[in-house]
């Protein structure tokens, strides 16, 4: 499965020493802000998706897992289908 990092900031003065500090308030609020900017985006990527792809993130997981097949439960099974059910 192909992967990015999504960051974003929550604090912008967090490395100045001088003027006034940000109150909780604001940060929570940047916070709430940036976890739906965070939602929207993670909805309009998958959409992008292209299933067709040959990068090697399709095989990540070929040689990842050393748990015994037969170890692995049903409800983990399940639980992990959406992300590894083609090597468990």
């Keep these: 499965m192909c992967f990015a990092t ?6 912008y003065d967090c490395w ?3 003027g006034d500090s940000v109150e909780v308030d604001a940060i ?3 916070l709430a802000a940036n976890a739906d900017a965070a939602r929207r985006t993670v909805r309009a990527a998958a959409g992008e998706v292209v299933f067709e792809r040959e990068c090697g993130c399709r095989r990540a997981l070929d040689n990842a897992i050393i748990t015994a097949p037969e170890a692995i ?3 983990a099974r ?3 289908a959406v992300v590894a059910g083609r090597v468990l």
């Excluded at 999504?6 to 604090?11: G, S, Y």
């Design 6 to 11: 999504l960051a974003m900031a929550t604090d």
């Design 28 to 30: 929570l609020a940047i």
């Design 73 to 75: 439960d049903g409800s």
């Design 78 to 80: 399940e639980r992990l």
């Design 16 to 18: 100045r020493e001088d």
